[in-house]
């Protein structure tokens, strides 16, 4: 999916990765940059090992490009579906 950028050049992102992006507008004023990651869809029929080692993945890759102060929302529920307990 794309996860940034602009139209002209956006910036793609497989699904159980991750990407760094400056950060713009108002978020310039706090943080030096974003780090985007892509958790997989979470559908009731995904086998739970693929689905577990996706995630997995996106949040590795995550805080490998995080610097030493990171927070991180809880990736794949919401949108992507997945449940939360």
């Not at 999916?1 to 990765?17: E, K, M, N, S």
């Not at 996106?58 to 490998?64: D, E, G, L």
């Amino acid at each position: 999916p794309v996860v940034g950028g602009d139209d002209a050049y956006p910036i793609r992102c497989a699904t159980g990765d991750a990407v760094r992006v400056p950060a713009r507008g108002g978020l310039a004023n706090v943080f030096d940059a974003l780090v985007l990651a892509v958790p997989p869809f979470w559908t009731g029929d995904t086998p739970a090992d693929y689905w577990r080692n996706t995630l997995a993945a996106a949040y590795r890759s995550a805080f490998a490009l995080a610097g030493p102060s990171v927070a991180t929302p809880l990736m794949g529920a919401g949108a992507r579906g997945a449940p939360t307990a």
